[in-house]
């Protein structure tokens, strides 16, 4: 009786942690950069401003990366080779480069650890801002998409998206 107890105690507490986690760094970020907008979505869920990334964020190790992000990496990668793409490893990151769509209309995708792009390669900016979304579907995980769309629609777009604004706007290619 006490296993389906904490199971369900992880899955709604392992989520919850890292949207935390997530609304700290946008909330630094927007603050850093004057996104009112932004910072009123992450004040209105009810977080408030800190001082950095937890040290765990910055020392994890990439083999517990891997594994949280295995469920939805293997099932990219299939969607990545099944589009076309090419299949590469950039620092933390596995790329599937050269798909014919498959990726929505933005220029590069990441799903777990699969970075998934039409394009032949990613400039380092590129690969650091696509790494931070890793890192955000390895603490948010099956929640990642809806919470992702969630924050396109209430922030106005993907400018003051909360998960864009963490990943680094810049890197990411966006107009700042």
């Not at 942690?17 to 996104?35: E, Y």
Request: glycine fraction near 14%.
């Amino acid at each position: 009786m006490a296993g389906w107890k904490l199971k369900a105690a992880l899955l709604f507490l392992w989520p919850a942690v890292g949207l935390a986690w997530l609304a700290w760094i946008a909330t630094r970020a927007a603050l850093a950069r004057n996104a009112t907008g932004t910072f009123a979505l992450v004040s209105v869920a009810g977080f408030s401003v800190g001082g950095g990334a937890p040290a765990y964020v910055e020392t994890s190790a990439p083999i517990v990366r891997a594994v949280v992000l295995a469920p939805f990496t293997g099932p990219a990668v299939a969607w990545g080779l099944a589009h076309g793409g090419e299949i590469h490893c950039q620092g933390s990151m596995i790329v599937i480069t050269g798909m014919s769509g498959g990726h929505g209309p933005r220029s590069a995708v990441t799903v777990g650890q699969v970075i998934l792009t039409s394009r032949v390669a990613l400039d380092d900016p590129l690969l650091e801002h696509e790494t931070v979304h890793g890192d955000q579907w390895a603490f948010l995980g099956v929640l990642t998409p809806p919470l992702y769309y969630l924050s396109d629609v209430i922030a106005g777009g993907s400018e003051r998206n909360i998960f864009e604004v963490a990943a680094g706007l810049e890197d990411g290619g966006y107009e700042v």
